[in-house]
């Protein structure tokens, strides 16, 4: 690290994108399990008849996926250089209420250290919800 750390060059994230083989059920997943609202379907650009679609994370802060229908793309895998986990920042009480939603869903996860809850979304994504605030990371300051 830096002695003096620069500003950054970016203003911050607009979007991550995943894939999706079931728009319905990404949609019933992001939407209604986890409350973060849809926010527009528009028809993917570089495939006719797929969809990109995006979901409110906060913070001005999209979650986008795509499907391709009629492509078998098969099962997600996590791989050296591709995506490990997406951490996404809620409140305690938002943490402890989705918490409570996974669990009464049957939706498998993990909890590290009373803060983070770690689950895969329906296509086997992995994910990170986080009781901190942006910029920390169990209590410490990162940013």
């Known amino acids: 690290m830096l002695a003096h750390r620069p500003s950054s060059s970016a203003r911050g994230l607009h979007h991550v994108a995943l894939l999706s083989s079931d728009v319905e059920r990404t949609i019933q997943f992001y939407q209604d399990l986890l409350e973060f609202p849809l926010t527009e379907i528009i028809e993917n650009r570089d495939y006719k008849g797929s969809s990109h679609f995006f979901f409110d994370i906060g913070n001005g802060n999209l979650l986008a996926f795509f499907d391709f229908p009629g492509l078998d793309l098969g099962p997600y895998q996590e791989v ?6 997406i951490a996404i920042s809620v409140d305690p009480a938002t943490w402890e209420r989705l918490r409570g939603k996974m669990e009464m869903a049957g939706v498998p ?9 770690y689950f895969k979304d329906p296509d086997g994504a992995r994910l990170e919800l986080l009781a901190d ?9 990162v940013l």
């Not at 050296?80 to 986990?85: K, S, T, V």
């Not at 996860?109 to 809850?117: D, F, L, P, T």
Request: proline share 0%; no cysteine; aromatic share 4%.
């Open 133 to 141: 605030h942006l910029g920390e990371m169990y209590g410490a300051r």
């Open 109 to 117: 996860h993990q909890i590290e250290s009373g803060a983070s809850i």
């Open 80 to 85: 050296l250089g591709g995506l490990h986990h």
